[in-house]
């Protein structure tokens, strides 16, 4: 699998991110261009599946765009993490799918908004993420 992280910025700010330090991931990730994501996608040899992750990757703008390359490739699984809350918004959502989005795993921190708020040191994000479930 490929693992492609495509951002440095979060819309959570979670107690528990095991990607602590943001001050390294942000210089190393905000130094890749779309054109060297693209260009990761295109040398990897297998091609059977690829995972956008870091930070939440439906915040960086080229997502539609690196998720319809990998398509294009013949990626067989093409997938992200995320903490939904960008799905809330339906067309968005479809924009993804519409692009070759096949496979989405969903970060939820507790069965209330009162915990997962809490988890995520963010309020309202609960029902954000419900919303784009």
Do not use: W
Request: proline fraction near 3%; include cysteine.
């Amino acid at each position: 699998m490929l693992h492609v992280l495509i951002g440095p910025v979060c819309n959570n700010h979670c107690i528990f991110c095991m990607e602590s330090d943001r001050e390294s991931r942000q210089r190393h990730v905000s130094g890749q261009t779309t054109a060297d994501l693209l260009a990761m996608l295109e040398t990897y040899a297998q091609r059977d599946e690829v995972l956008f992750t870091s930070g939440e990757p439906t915040l960086n703008p080229d997502l539609p765009e690196l998720i319809a390359a990998a398509k294009a490739l013949g990626y067989r699984s093409i997938g992200l993490i995320s903490n939904g809350r960008r799905f809330a918004y339906a067309d968005y959502a479809r924009s993804l799918l519409d692009a070759g989005l096949n496979k989405i795993t969903i970060s939820v921190h507790g069965h209330t908004a009162k915990l997962h708020d809490a988890q995520t040191r963010t309020r309202g994000s609960f029902e954000h993420t419900r919303a784009g479930l």
